[in-house]
């Protein structure tokens, strides 16, 4: 079916919040009227000033248009522009910033009243913290172009892009001297440099041991920025705090006179004079809120909710049962059958693992108060707790012997346990929401998937796989494509085939295979097996095809059916999708003996 709707991951998650949601919501999902509210402070907001006294600034990503004395903001570009850190040109006719647009930060420029929007960069390298020059002939900006986070100034005339600085790994912050002819910039995370346009010559202005953001030279030479030491964030002009229990905002100051800056704090705009005090501007930006969704009402007299997804799927060893959470439970289908209610206690149940000799289902339940590692027995139903640790244990899976599992605590580090007892050894550091770990069958490596930053300083960066020495806790990260990120870093792998050749994941929905040695390494080139969308990889054993052996299995769900006096899944609308090896994705057979008319089709 085709509605003229197609909606990818990034767009869905723009249509989460504001007005975006109103733009892209799906034909069949109605929305009550949009509410609105108006903001009069805001996080992390960066603020420019033009020489008339008009004030441009970013808030809920996009750029506002403030008058000098403030008032009521006018906002200049929309959610999906995604722009910050605007800068006014000398003459105040135009304004850059830079843009999240495409997945990717680029510069971009448009005329101070929203008009003549222009891309400036593009490609799959990052363009941030763009400022004019003084005569307003170049921007200065910082790139990871070149490797590493390193200042570049483009010719606004030619579009030439030149490196400037080289000696340091990570550098951000690129800001003019007031006659052009040097750039100073922040020089790791705790120094502040200058250089010399004309002939690259480097001085340090300010190092230390806190952290720096923001320089901006005065006219007369003064050096501003900010200072972020344990607990304060502090505007410091030439070395001495000129703030006292505000929290700044790490964005260059903006000098608006010989003895007045412009700055950001405590969620405002502000004002400050170095002989005397400080006044807020103050502002009010109107905002969208998506109201409530007009979902299609359950028929009266009808308990109990739709299924219509369930959550780790996992596959069993013999590739004959499948694991899943639905309802608040967790369920084994036996692929042919109907599916069964195994763990339903009314507490949050999640990420199934089956022992490597199906007969245990291993998973995590907050039934004690907080997130703990149960095995489950299928033949009998006994339950016996496996970890009692401080904080949580999340996303466990079973080495191949069985006598071992790895597990992720809320931080996001992961661990090892044996079952037999012992205390749990951490084998890697925390990470930002890590996907779940899944063992070599040699047991020696675990794989799984983090994001590697594309500098300390910044958050983003590409999903990658990780790849840890059980024994060491050495880390080697590996990117999947150029460019290009896993997809989600849950349940969308890496995971190992049986025999250790192959590791399967998911880039942009859709399944990737690719060649290894027995630690883990690309031996190959990565492959396409699905079009479809698909997610939470799995390996069912049986077969092998196209010399790729036990082809990974997705699991998909739809439907409901009334049982009884409760809701259960439906077998006849659950479906597991088989890789062959070659050709497109077809539906798994039954095993031997499943009844045909209930089979997975």
């Not at 202005?205 to 923001?214: K, T």
């Not at 109107?286 to 009266?300: I, K, M, Q, T």
């Amino acid at each position: 079916m085709s509605s003229g709707f197609r909606i990818t991951r990034r767009r869905a998650l723009q249509a989460g919040t504001g007005a975006a949601a109103l733009v892209l919501a799906p034909p069949g999902i109605g929305l009550a009227q949009a509410a609105g509210v108006t903001l009069r402070q805001g996080t992390n907001i960066c603020a420019a000033v033009a020489p008339d006294g008009r004030i441009a600034f970013d808030l809920v990503n996009a750029i506002w248009l403030l008058e000098a004395g403030g008032g009521r903001a006018r906002k200049l570009t929309d959610e999906l522009q995604d722009a910050t850190q605007p800068d006014f040109s000398p003459d105040g006719r135009s304004l850059v910033f830079q843009s999240y647009r495409d997945g990717n930060f680029h510069l971009w420029t448009m005329a101070a009243d929203g008009s003549g929007l222009r891309q400036l960069t593009a490609g799959p390298d990052d363009h941030r913290e763009p400022k004019f020059s003084p005569d307003g002939r170049f921007l200065a900006f910082s790139s990871d172009r070149a490797g590493g986070y390193q200042v570049f100034t483009m010719d606004l005339g030619s579009g030439v892009i030149r490196q400037v600085t080289r000696d340091r790994a990570d550098v951000s912050m690129p800001n003019w001297s007031p006659d052009g002819s040097a750039l100073v910039y922040v020089a790791g995370e705790t120094a502040i440099e200058r250089v010399e346009i004309a002939s690259g010559q480097v001085s340090t202005l300010v190092e230390g041991e806190a952290e720096l953001f923001g320089p901006s030279v005065a006219p007369d030479g003064r050096l501003a920025h900010v200072r972020l030491d344990g607990t304060r964030r502090d505007l410091v002009v030439d070395g001495r705090a000129v703030t006292e229990g505000e929290d700044v905002f790490g964005f260059a100051p903006r000098w608006t006179g010989p003895d007045e800056l412009l700055y950001t704090a405590d969620g405002a705009v502000r004002r400050r004079v170095l002989s005397g005090g400080r006044t807020d501007v103050p502002f009010a930006a109107a905002v969208p809120v998506l109201g409530s969704r007009d979902y299609r009402r359950r028929r009266p007299g009808v308990r109990g909710p739709n299924v219509t997804g369930i959550a780790s799927p996992v596959c069993s060893r013999d590739g004959g049962r499948i694991a899943f959470r639905a309802l608040n439970a967790l369920w084994v289908l036996p692929i042919g059958q109907e599916p069964r209610k195994v763990v339903s206690d009314g507490y949050f149940a999640s990420d199934p693992d089956f022992s490597p000799d199906g007969r245990f289902l291993l998973y995590s339940s907050d039934r004690t108060g907080t997130a703990e590692l149960w095995l489950h027995e299928l033949a009998t139903g006994a339950e016996r707790r496996i970890t009692d640790v401080e904080g949580a244990a999340i996303t466990p899976r079973f080495a191949p012997d069985g006598k071992r599992i790895a597990y992720q605590d809320q931080d996001g580090a992961t661990w090892v346990a044996d079952l037999d007892g012992g205390a749990p050894r951490q084998v890697t550091s925390p990470m930002f929401q890590p996907g779940r770990p899944d063992f070599s069958p040699d047991g020696r490596t675990l794989v799984l998937a983090a994001v590697k930053p594309y500098a300390a300083r910044v958050r983003e960066g590409t999903s990658q796989i990780v790849r840890v020495d059980v024994d060491t806790g050495t880390l080697e990260y590996t990117e999947v494509l150029p460019f290009r990120s896993l997809a989600t870093r849950g349940d969308d792998g890496p995971v190992w085939s049986p025999d250790g050749r192959h590791l399967a994941f998911v880039v942009e929905s859709t399944a990737w295979i690719v060649p290894v040695d027995a630690a883990g390494a690309f031996t190959g080139t990565p492959r396409q097996v699905t079009t479809e969308l698909t997610d939470s990889l799995s390996w069912r054993s049986p077969w092998t095809c196209g010399g790729i052996p036990r082809a990974p299995a997705r699991t998909r769900w739809s439907g409901s059916a009334r049982c009884g006096t409760g809701w259960r899944p439906n077998c006849a609308a659950t479906s597991t999708s088989c890789w062959r090896g070659s050709g497109s994705p077809r539906s798994c057979p039954p095993r031997t003996g499943a009844r045909r008319s209930r089979r997975a089709s």
